[in-house]
T-cell receptor, first 112, second 114 residues
Framework: SQQGEEDPQALSIQEGENATMNCSYK?????LQWYRQNSGRGLVHLIL?????REKHSGRLRVTLDTSKKSSSLLITASRAADTASYFC????????????FGQGTRLTINP | DTGVSQNPRHKITKRGQNVTFRCDPI?????LYWYRQTLGQGPEFLTY????????KSRLLSDRFSAERPKGSFSTLEIQRTEQGDSAMYLC????????????FGDGTRLSIL
């Protein structure tokens, strides 16, 4: 079963706008990771944020983490057509094999 | 860094046949994971290897599934007597030593059961 939920399940915006995706999870975590998946391809790692971090930036990406609410958000600024993909958050639990538990993903479409 | 390689990319087979997938991880990565992803869902964990030892298996991994990593390098995932419900994308990921590192995924094997 999935760890948590992502919201929204689908998002369609115009090129140049910002896109925000949210993720909630259920257990205590070591870190939370965001991945991108283009249709029919594997997952590409975007950002990893540790449980003791609150915000992290990478280029046009900004990730926040609120461990008290067990939630995270991914912001993509100045979106481009090439950002069209599915985005998944994944949590790495404190104990165990560092296996990732994924949400159901957000399908992002950037309209030119 | 040549990335994680999976073969074949696509496999179409009849119900009841056996199939085997291969994963070649990043060479210095000692940890290897298999996940299954069905349409519209996120990947779900199947099994985990540290070097050649299989240390964890999901309840999703029925007795028709077997995975190996004989020399701690490449891994194979075999499904015996395939069923319609086995149709999915099978993803492999590898992870280097240390904590708080991202997993690196291959492009997966898409399995279709006729």
């Amino acid at each position: 079963s999935q760890q948590g939920e992502e919201d929204p399940q689908a998002l369609s915006i115009q090129e140049g706008e910002n896109a925000t995706m949210n993720c909630s999870y259920k257990t205590s975590i070591n870190n939370l990771q965001w991945y991108r998946q283009n249709s029919g391809r594997g997952l590409v790692h975007l950002i990893l944020i540790r449980s003791n971090e609150r915000e992290k930036h990478s280029g046009r990406l900004r990730v926040t983490l609120d461990t008290s609410k067990k939630s995270s958000s991914l912001l993509i600024t100045a979106s481009r057509a090439a950002d069209t993909a599915s985005y998944f958050c994944a949590t790495d639990a404190i104990q165990g094999a560092q296996k990732l538990v994924f949400g159901q993903g957000t399908r992002l479409t950037i309209n030119p | 860094d040549t990335g994680v390689s999976q073969n074949p990319r696509h496999k179409i087979t009849k119900r009841g046949q056996n199939v085997t997938f291969r994963c070649d991880p990043i060479s210095e990565h000692n940890r290897l994971y298999w996940y299954r992803q069905t349409l519209g869902q996120g990947p779900e964990f199947l099994t985990y290897f540290q070097n050649e030892a299989q240390l964890e298996k999901s309840r999703l991994l029925s007795d028709r599934f077997s995975a190996e990593r004989p020399k701690g390098s490449f891994s194979t995932l075999e499904i015996q007597r395939t069923e319609q419900g086995d149709s999915a994308m099978y993803l492999c990921a590898s992870l280097g030593p240390g904590s708080n590192q991202p997993q690196h995924f291959g492009d997966g094997t898409r399995l279709s059961i006729l």
